[in-house]
């Protein structure tokens, strides 16, 4: 059955900025509560009265910082940004997925040279090195581009600790403040001790500041 409690933590999910503020102690929780009122009571079809949405909203916070002792982690590592990346988006064939199998032929890896493919269930995306653009356009002939993006950066975190994958929260907290400062992600490649975000290149700097934080403390 659906109450306060369970439309608190709805409407909190739902905004980011919230969630942190309200984990962080840093937001007046009875304004906040007032604030969520119209809509709390319009879902339930009911009054509510404002002090059972403020002791939702102090459980809650309670349980968000609690969630975040449990889930410590080392982000220290080295960050490493490629710029000159594009991005391509197509639509996933047979004919595509038996040409990937020599899309490796396209750039050159031992000279730095960027190459990642994520295979979708209706998509395939392919980040490359933009001076590989029409090398690329040339491989995929016959194939559907459903988008092209350009003048972007790759950003990758190759963290010390190989615990990465085996620690909740981790992309979330990266990607929390990230959109603080308004970052907006194309794509995220992850491996065993590496996080890769493409990224416009106009906010290469922005992102790279928020992670080199994070990374050196």
Known sequence: MVNVSHIVKKIVNGQP???????????????????????????????????????????????ISEHRGHSKFDYSGELIMKTNICDFTIAKTTALMAKLRTIHSLVSLERGDTLNVIIGNNEVSVIISDKHEERLKSFLSGEKILNKEQNLVSLAIIFKSEKFTDTPGVIFNIIRKLAWENVNIYEIVSTMTELIFILSKKDSMKAYNVLQEMVSK
């Open 17 to 63: 900025f919230v969630e942190e503020a309200l984990a962080n102690g840093i937001i007046n929780i009875a304004n906040l509560a007032e604030n969520m009122l119209p809509e709390i009571e319009k879902e339930l079809g009911k009054k509510i009265k404002l002090p059972a949405i403020v002791m939702a909203l102090r459980r809650y916070s309670e349980e």
